[in-house]
Nanobody, 120 residues
């Protein structure tokens, strides 16, 4: 199983972007998905998570600006980011807790990341 993230780019402060993460491979079950980010010189931090029942959680810094959602039919994950600020600049990574076909265990998978730059 591989996760492919897309949708990053350069945007002005106050602008919006929508990130997309798509698992590829033989997914038997998927428990939760989420977005993390890592700014230069900083540790990777949680942005938002969503469970397979739709329960969401957000970092305080993005509440009321970002919305995480999931399309269950395709296991697609989205992050709608609005009112972006320069401090949102980071590489954004998607993750998913997946049990693959033929694998008795659940594992956490990570995408390669997509760059989001907020600058005027």
């Amino acid at each position: 199983v591989q996760l492919q993230a897309s949708g990053g780019g350069l945007v002005r402060p106050g602008g919006s972007l929508r990130l997309h993460c798509q698992p590829h491979g033989h997914v038997f079950s998927l428990r939760s998905m989420g977005w993390y980010r890592q700014a230069p010189g900083k540790q990777r931090e949680l942005v938002a998570t969503i469970t397979n029942s739709g329960r969401t959680a957000y970092a305080d810094s993005v509440k009321d600006r970002f919305i995480i959602s999931k399309e269950n039919a395709w296991n697609a994950l989205y992050l709608q980011m609005s009112n972006l600020k320069p401090e949102d600049t980071a590489v954004y990574y998607c993750m998913a807790d997946i049990r693959a076909y033929g694998d008795p265990d659940e594992n956490t998978y990570w995408g390669r990341g997509t760059q989001v730059t907020v600058s005027s």
